[in-house]
C-alpha cells in the first residue's frame, strides 16, 4: 500500500532534482530515501526516476505519476488541517519564511495571519521555500520576489536596498556613501542567511577587498550585535539595522530586494481559504506600508 512517507520522498526527489539534497531536505538518510523510492516502485508497477551521474529525471511513467502525487500530497495536508481546524476554529496554515526577515515585521506578518488561521511556521531557503510551495508543503511562502514575478498567486509587501551597517561611532558612519575601496582595510562580519552572499563575495572581490572576518553567524541579531559592538561591519538589507548601527551606501553595491508572498494557487483555490486570506492580505499589505512609513522617518 502507497503511504504518505513515499508521496512525501518522491515529490522530494522531483523538486531537489537529485536524491542527496532530497534526503537532507526532508532529514531521512539517503539510503532510507533510496529504498522508499524503490518500494514505490514495486508498488506502482513501473520505474519512476532514470538515474544516472549527472542528473536524475522521471521516466514517463514518472511523469504520469506525479501530478496524482501533487493531489494526494495537497489531500494529506487538508486531513492534517481538518481535526485541529475544528478544535480551534481556524484552518492551518503552513507558514515558511526566510531567515532574514525582520523580527519586527515577521511579528506583523504573524500576528495578522493569526486572526484567521491557526499558523505553523518554518524557516528555509528562498529555494527550498519555493520548492515546497511547488511541492505542496506549504501553503504561504515570505522570500525575495524575483524580477517580473506577478501572479495572482504573489503578493508584494515592500521593496528595501542592501547597505553597508557600521557601528554608530564608527569612522565612517558620518558619511554618505564610500568606495569599495575604502573598506579594504575593514574587519566584515558574514551573515550566513543573507540571500546575496555569493554576489557580494564576488563583488567585494572585483574590487579586490579581501577582509579578514570576525564572525560568520546563521544569526542575524547576533551579527548586528556586533556591528554595533565595533566588532566588524556587515552588509544586509536596510530594514535590519538596530540601535546604536549605520546605513552607509557603498558605491556600485546596487542591489536591492522586494519581499513578497508566494500562494500555493491550489490552496488558494479552495473557497474558505481565498474568503480568509483575502481578509488577512489586505490588512498585511496596509500594516506592511505603514511599516516601512515609520522606518524611513525615523
Not at 523510492?37 to 508497477?45: P, S
Not at 532514470?50 to 511523469?63: C, D, H
Not at 506578518?109 to 486572526?115: D, G, I, P, Y
Not at 554595533?228 to 544586509?236: L, S
Request: glycine letters at 8%.
Amino acid at each position: 500500500m502507497i503511504k504518505r512517507s513515499h508521496i512525501r520522498q518522491f515529490l522530494a526527489v522531483v523538486d531537489a532534482g537529485s536524491f542527496t539534497r532530497a534526503a537532507q531536505q526532508i532529514r531521512v538518510t539517503q539510503p532510507a530515501l533510496s529504498t522508499g523510492i524503490a518500494d514505490l516502485e514495486r508498488l506502482v508497477g513501473a520505474p519512476l526516476f532514470i538515474r544516472n551521474r549527472r542528473q536524475i529525471r522521471l521516466t514517463e511513467a514518472g511523469g504520469r505519476f506525479l501530478p496524482i502525487a501533487r493531489d494526494l500530497e495537497r489531500g494529506f495536508r487538508s486531513a492534517d488541517g481538518f481535526g485541529r481546524a475544528e478544535e480551534s476554529d481556524k484552518p492551518v496554515l503552513k507558514l515558511g519564511t526566510i531567515r532574514s526577515v525582520p523580527g519586527e515585521f515577521f511579528q506583523i506578518v504573524a500576528t495578522l495571519l493569526s486572526r484567521d488561521f491557526a499558523l505553523e511556521i518554518s524557516e528555509n531557503s528562498d529555494s527550498e521555500l519555493r520548492a515546497a510551495i511547488h511541492g505542496g508543503r506549504l501553503n504561504i511562502a515570505l522570500v525575495p520576489l524575483r524580477q517580473g514575478e506577478r501572479e495572482p498567486s504573489v503578493i508584494p509587501l515592500y521593496e528595501e536596498p542592501f547597505v553597508m551597517l557600521v557601528a554608530a561611532d564608527h569612522p565612517l558612519a558620518g558619511q554618505g556613501e564610500v568606495g569599495p575601496e575604502e573598506l579594504a582595510t575593514e574587519t566584515m562580519i558574514a551573515r550566513r542567511s543573507c540571500e546575496l552572499l555569493d554576489a557580494t563575495s564576488r563583488f567585494f572581490t572585483r574590487h579586490r577587498v579581501r577582509p579578514r572576518f570576525a564572525l560568520r553567524s546563521d544569526s542575524d541579531d547576533r551579527c548586528l550585535r556586533m556591528v554595533a559592538a565595533g566588532v566588524g561591519i556587515t552588509t544586509a538589507p536596510a530594514s535590519l539595522a538596530i540601535d546604536g548601527v549605520v546605513a552607509i551606501k557603498v558605491s556600485g553595491y546596487d542591489f536591492r530586494r522586494e519581499l513578497g508572498l508566494l500562494v500555493d494557487p491550489a490552496w488558494l483555490a479552495q473557497p474558505e481559504m481565498e474568503q480568509r486570506l483575502s481578509r488577512a492580505l489586505a490588512a498585511l499589505q496596509r500594516a506592511a506600508a505603514d511599516w516601512q512609513d515609520a522606518r524611513a522617518n525615523g
